[in-house]
């Protein structure tokens, strides 16, 4: 995936100016494709000369404020991409390989403060995720679309529970692992 397909992705469902661009983006696609405001910025600049947005100064704002649109050609673009198909990534996770060696070593090296920061990570990202599914999409019918979009959040709310119980047993295992008396 590429930042330029999310971003047209994002301008596709609302257009808008580059800072409010930035701000929903980081509250919904950057969940699982991030960027930087400056990255955004960069990118819709490139996305720009390839003539897939345009951006006019809107109206009433002051300053540099401008509001970017989805061309035909970027919708295109978009529709190539969304067709094709590809692997997912491997995975590549430095905590796998460091509990391997703590397994090796059968002592505690110091793995489980890594396990507890990732364990309160992911239960602060669960409760975000609960949040937003409670605030977005409880207590009223859901359109095709919307369904598709709780649907990408409930992978996040898996992805976040099979992580806590990933830490929380690992830091049980861990614990067996310690010499009698440490």
Known sequence: MSLPHALLTSLLEQPCAGMDLARRFERSIGFFWPATHQQIY?????????GW???????????????????????????????????????????????RAEAALGSGAGVEND????????????ALYEAIEQRDFSGRELSAAEQLQHLILQSGLATEREQIHFCEKALVLLAALQPAGV
Not at 42 to 50: H, P, Q, V, Y
């Open 42 to 50: 960069k990118e819709l600049g490139k996305l720009e000369a390839a």
């Open 53 to 99: 947005v345009s951006s006019a100064a809107e109206e009433g704002a002051r300053g540099r404020k401008r509001r970017y649109d989805v061309l035909p050609a970027g919708k295109l673009e978009l529709q190539r991409w969304v067709a094709e198909s590809d692997d997912p990534p491997p995975l590549r996770d430095a905590l796998m390989v460091r509990l």
């Open 115 to 126: 396990l507890r920061h990732r364990l309160a990570r992911h239960r602060a990202q669960l």
